[in-house]
């Protein structure tokens, strides 16, 4: 390997950016209704952190296809979280999601980059 190669999945940027949406998701959702601790607060924060999670088990596969699947599941988690969020906005709990759905949007792009890189 090239000392430009990413030898871990803690050095990609789309891990690191993953990570940042969760961050983004859990101070959000601490203002939310306490009500919605065992609903959507539990909901997004899982969603969220599924990303990056998922990224990390799908750099740690070595086939093609195990891979693209962890991938399938990063990309619908954060469809997951974008619908959440835009709840929680229609509900008021929230006003501003701008910041988040743009690194959401970023997020999606990534992935489909990484997708395909593998083909």
């Known amino acids: 390997m090239s000392a430009n190669t990413v030898q871990n999945f803690e050095g990609t940027t789309v891990w690191k950016d993953a990570i940042e949406l969760t961050v983004m998701v859990y ?3 601490r203002k939310f ?3 919605e601790l065992l609903g959507m607060i539990s909901q997004l924060r899982r969603a969220s ?3 990056s999670a998922n990224l990390a088990e799908g750099y740690g596969r070595y086939g093609l296809k195990e891979k693209h699947q962890f991938y399938a599941i ?3 988690s954060l469809l997951e979280t974008k619908s959440f969020l835009l709840l929680a ?4 709990y929230i006003d501003d999601i701008s910041m988040m759905v743009l690194l959401i949007t970023l997020l999606q ?3 489909n980059s990484i997708k395909k890189s593998l083909r």
């Not at 906005?89 to 008021?92: G, H, P």
């Open 74 to 76: 990063v990309y619908g």
């Open 109 to 111: 792009k990534q992935i």
């Open 89 to 92: 906005v229609r509900l008021k």
């Open 27 to 29: 101070e959000v959702t």
């Open 49 to 51: 952190s599924s990303v």
């Open 33 to 35: 209704p306490k009500d």
